[in-house]
């Protein structure tokens, strides 16, 4: 997976989600091996295919494992770049980008924009006092992760405003290549 934006964030365990928008024919299922559900009951691992556009009845539709529950991808820094690490998918689920809770923000590595995530009003002075910031409880991660999406998507369709579905992976680093 490309973390142009974040990978340092992942590599250093301060980002453990992350959101990519929902594409056509893509759909959240429950699949162990070569059954699939779509009832989340299920009790097996969650994961993203992608279904190709509809064939001749004589053809069956051919489905792409995306993303899986459990499975551990390669993390990079950019497209064609080597990876800096591996990542362990843990969950997968769908929601519109702006419902984001300020717990899930800080989980993509955003931090409170007033504070920079010390809970202080002071972050820049080590001997100033530390009062509890009152940003940090009015949503001041989730608005950093607001900026950076608007930053990252500017196509129509895809801005904070138009709150496009996103899946969102929980993961864990399973592994970085220290050189």
Not at 42 to 50: E, K, L, Q
Not at 59 to 84: C, F, S
Not at 150 to 164: N, V
């Amino acid at each position: 997976m490309i973390f142009q934006h974040t990978y340092k964030d992942v590599l250093a365990g301060r980002k453990t989600q992350t959101r990519r928008l929902v594409k056509a024919n893509e759909r959240l299922v429950y699949k162990f091996g070569l059954w699939q559900s779509d009832d989340p009951e299920s009790n097996m691992p969650p994961a993203v295919i992608t279904e190709k556009m509809p064939m001749p009845p004589k053809y069956r539709a051919i489905q792409r494992l995306k993303w899986q529950a459990g499975y551990t991808y390669a993390v990079q820094p950019g497209r064609g770049q080597k990876a800096v690490g591996r990542i362990r998918i843990t969950g997968i689920r769908r929601e519109r980008v702006n419902e984001i809770s300020e717990a899930d923000a800080i989980a993509e590595g955003c931090s409170c924009i007033v504070c920079g995530g010390t809970g202080g009003a002071y972050p820049f002075d080590p001997y100033g006092p530390m009062e509890p910031c009152s940003a940090c409880d009015d949503g001041g991660a989730k608005e950093d992760y607001h900026q950076l999406w608007q930053e990252i998507h500017t196509a129509h369709g895809t801005r904070w405003d138009d709150a496009p579905d996103v899946w969102v992976l929980e993961f864990e680093l399973a592994e970085a290549n220290h050189e």
